[in-house]
């Protein structure tokens, strides 16, 4: 099982930009699409943003699209989720998942990852 490890994460000011970080402590996750997804108080967990496990397709919320970048580096063993603009409403528990299909396409259903980090809070103030 892949062991999962966010970092990044902080308290921020609307329009600021934050870089998340997603890396490994166990196997390469190389060949797994990756996902960033995120969970606000009292809410349920929300699809942010995907890449597939080439880096050749990405996808996004349509709330996060144009500030959010997802990219990875495979021979680092990481993902990255770029957060420009911020907003408030970006407030949340970030969490990177892996896919639990090799060398597939982007995927939004959180069903479809079977490794998950342990999450980094991301707080923006007005």
């Known amino acids: 099982q892949v062991q999962l490890v966010e970092s990044g994460g902080g308290l921020v000011q609307a329009g600021d930009s934050l870089r998340l970080s997603c890396g490994p402590s166990?196997?390469?996750?190389?060949?797994?699409?990756m996902g960033w997804f995120r969970q606000a108080p009292g809410k349920e967990r929300e699809f942010v943003a995907a890449?597939?496990?080439?880096?050749?397709?990405?996808d996004y919320a349509d709330s996060v699209k144009g500030r959010f970048t997802i990219s990875r580096d495979n021979a680092k063993n990481t993902v990255y989720l770029q957060m420009n603009s911020l907003k408030p409403e970006d407030t949340a528990v970030y969490y990177c998942a892996a896919s639990t299909i090799p060398r597939s396409g982007v995927v939004r259903d959180p069903r479809g990852y079977g490794d998950w980090g342990q999450g980094t809070q991301v707080t923006v103030s007005s």
């Open positions: 166990g196997r390469t996750f190389a060949t797994y699409p």
């Open positions: 890449i597939s496990w080439n880096g050749g397709n990405t």
